[in-house]
């Protein structure tokens, strides 16, 4: 399984994003794909989860996104978004998509997002 992730870019304080993840690969392992999500690193920072979404549709969420972040996925579950609003400086890091499988995770390249003040 490939996640390929894109949508990351430079934004102002205040401003929005869509960060988009799809996976790929082998049909009988992308459709057996858990909770999917995304996880940031920040420079010097550990990384952190974001927000994730299980296969069923429940939601978790950072605390420092919640009610600023939406996670969600396409009908197929293989695609996973992540809607940020009023984005802050300090939302800026290299934000990781990430699946899990059975007896695995995978993670995607990462996708650099910024955010001026």
């Known amino acids: 399984v490939q996640l390929q992730a894109s949508g990351g870019g430079l934004v102002q304080a205040g401003g929005s994003l869509r960060l988009s993840c799809a996976a790929s690969?082998?049909?009988?392992?992308?459709?057996?794909?858990?909770?999917m999500g995304w996880y940031r690193q920040a420079p010097g920072k550990q990384r952190e989860l974001v927000a994730e979404s299980s296969r069923g549709g429940i939601t978790n969420y950072a605390d420092s996104v919640k009610g600023r972040c939406t996670v969600s996925r396409d009908n197929t579950k293989t695609t996973v978004y992540l809607q940020m609003n009023s984005l802050k400086p300090e939302d800026t890091a290299v934000y990781y998509c990430h699946a899990e499988a059975p007896n695995r995770v995978y993670w995607g390249q990462g996708t650099q997002v910024t955010v001026s003040s």
């Open positions: 690969g082998k049909t009988s392992s992308i459709f057996r794909l858990g909770a």
